[in-house]
T-cell receptor, first 112, second 114 residues
Framework: NAGVTQTPKFQVLKTGQSMTLQCAQD?????MYWYRQDPGMGLRLIYY???????DKGEVPNGYNVSRLNKREFSLRLESAAPSQTSVYFC???????????FGPGTRLLVL | GESVGLHLPTLSVQEGDNSIINCAYS??????FIWYKQESGKGPQFIID?????DKRQGQRVTVLLNKTVKHLSLQIAATQPGDSAVYFC?????????????FGGGTRLMVKP
């Protein structure tokens, strides 16, 4: 049971480039989440998917898009990366109706 | 235990001592609270949670206390070990939040001196 996995672990982009961050969970969880974490700060929610087929904006959705590909996978896309999107991105999942979210190891993104 | 921007509050304790990490929250409509531990370069790891109808919950070496009157949450770690060194985050969820969105505090760094 791998839990929540994320790829890639590290990525360097130039301003304006696009990329997709991948997240998968093997715990049969219904809901999935994308957060960003900036230095010395807590996590801020970008987007979430309460269940397969639905997605909703979180606190900081601008500049991002998401796709809930199936129950296991939830991807985050940056269409035109900006230096302000330099951050560590975490994916999480939970099994409804329980409230505990379980996190992946993160993707470290640097936008030059 | 609240964040002051980029400068994480730091708690330094001696190995074997008890640690208390504090968190103030602002939303009186929050009904669920959770503590995470984050080691350097890793994702947040669930430690313990508590619902608003409780004021105390115990786990293995950890206890969470909730004081709704003053909107305060604390995490107590007994017999702190070097492996407890990490950043600790509290998070809260508002009642009726359909997506179960968590709001995170800024974190507190715990340093354990051998």
């Amino acid at each position: 049971n791998a839990g929540v996995t994320q790829t890639p672990k590290f990525q360097v982009l130039k301003t304006g480039q696009s990329m997709t961050l991948q997240c998968a969970q093997d715990m049969n969880h219904n809901s999935m989440y994308w957060y960003r974490q900036d230095p010395g700060m807590g996590l801020r929610l970008i987007y979430y998917s309460a269940s397969e087929g639905t997605t909703d904006k979180g606190e900081v959705p601008n500049g991002y898009n998401v796709s809930r590909l199936n129950k296991r996978e939830f991807s985050l896309r940056l269409e035109s990366a900006a230096p302000s999107q330099t951050s560590v991105y975490f994916c999480a999942s939970r099994r409804r109706p329980l409230e505990t979210q379980y996190f992946g190891p993160g993707t470290r993104l640097l936008v030059l | 235990g609240e964040s002051v921007g980029l400068h994480l509050p730091t708690l330094s304790v001696q190995e074997g001592d008890n640690s208390i990490i504090n968190c103030a929250y602002s939303n009186s409509a929050s009904d669920y609270f959770i503590w995470y531990k984050q080691e350097s370069g890793k994702g947040p790891q669930f430690i313990i949670d508590i619902r608003s109808n409780m004021d105390k919950r115990q786990g293995q070496r950890v206890t969470v206390l909730l004081n709704k009157t003053v909107k305060h949450l604390s995490l107590q770690i007994a017999a702190t070990q070097p492996g407890d060194s990490a950043v600790y985050f509290c998070a809260e969820k508002e009642v009726g939040n359909a997506g179960n969105m968590l709001t995170f505090g800024g974190g507190t760094r715990l340093m354990v001196k051998p």
